[in-house]
């Protein structure tokens, strides 16, 4: 039988499983996911406290950070490979019990160091899942479902990150012990991110990919224009939200006034639920149509925090994190799209991983770059300059996504 007979017979295996499958399976699979990056963001209204009872500044504040994005970006080296071999549970389980590792020295933390063990130990977690995690979710899906399960997957990485810091703000206004509890309740939904895991509908890994176990994570040459579309868009909108995550709360405190936890958290969950939402309102237009909205987005974002910047506005400013979540959210789903069109399952985790790296890059170098240059010429100067930047940058991801939209099919 020649290769490609035997490829449409497990295409064709792979599309009744599919269908076999449960809707809420689907679902279900989205969840470990959310769970994760529910602790992704769990910590940024709780960085005032920290700051107060320890004593460190701006500058060190996104050194801090940025050690998650170390941590993440570690893990796409490796994770979506060894997914791709072995199977999207062998890596989802370390990685949820690295992530409940991180949740208990979170709410022990006494120390900067400790602070950037919990950060980097949750972004390894956050690394496989969205390699592993998110491919997990396609799997389950099936070839049939493919459009949905790259909206529910992208959905749940953008509703969890913005639950986080909602429930943090909440509770650290409202219970005592915030640096506890907060981390209390988390590991409790990893726990049930565990049992979905564990049950969770998923075939075996196919034919094994060759290649060197740690390397930089990329796509099959066919799919290259997609993944450089994808990261065109995604990174740019990326980077402001997590501008908003790590610098947001000193903005509010300091340079608008506004010290509540439960504003910052609030206003981190509205940015990611517009991500959210923004993602179902445009599904059924063209990925062209939804990765140029995205830059739009994302370059009146910035407009937007140079304007709140200079005017002390907090209604802009919460504007430009709304702005900012919309512009990541179609980025992102633009950008998961256009792989789970384009790319076969074998090599899917490692394109989710590349598709992040892609992101996160600049999403931990210019929030760092921002936060040490905010100590030399203050916040309103550093976020000037970031904003200016990253709308350029934005602005040419619109551009090249324009020049290449020929032949980027509907989802």
Known sequence: MSGTRVEGVQGAV???????????????????????????????????L????????????????ACYIV?????????????????RKPVLLPALGLALIACLVFATAT?????????FFAGIAV??????????????????????????????????????????????????APTVTVFVVEAVLLLTAVAAVLRMPLRRPGAPVRGA?????????????????????????????????????????????????????AMAFAMFLTSTGVQFAVQRLARPSILSAGAVSTVLSMVALITAVHTSSVPVFVTAALLAGAGQGMGQLGGLSLLNSSVPPRRLAEANAALNVGGYVPAGLLPVSVGYLSDGVGLTGAATVFGVVLAGLAGVGGAVVLAGRRGLVRP
């Open 127 to 176: 690394g496989a899942v969205v390699s592993a995690g998110m491919a997990a979710v396609t799997d389950v899906a099936g070839p049939g479902r493919r459009g949905l399960a790259a909206l529910l997957a992208s959905c749940a990485m953008v509703f969890g990150a913005g639950l986080g810091p909602l429930l943090a703000g909440v509770f650290s206004e409202t219970l005592p």
């Open 213 to 265: 176990w740690v390397r930089v994570p990329g796509v099959p040459r066919d799919s290259r224009r997609q993944l450089r579309l994808g990261i065109a868009v995604f990174a740019p909108g990326i980077t402001a939200t997590s501008f908003v995550l790590s610098l947001g709360p000193s903005l509010l405190s300091g340079l608008l006034g506004t010290t509540s936890r439960i504003v910052a958290g």
């Open 111 to 119: 120390t900067v160091a400790a602070l950037i063990v919990a950060r």
């Open 14 to 48: 792979g599309e009744r499983r599919g269908a076999d499958v449960p809707l809420r399976w689907v679902w279900l699979a989205a969840w470990p996911v959310a769970a994760v990056f529910v602790l992704s963001n769990a910590a940024t209204p709780l960085y005032v």
């Open 71 to 87: 941590g993440l970006l570690g893990s796409l080296l490796v994770s979506g490979v060894a997914s791709d071999r072995l199977g």
């Open 50 to 65: 920290w700051q107060r009872d320890i004593g460190f500044s701006k500058g060190t504040l996104t050194v801090v950070f």
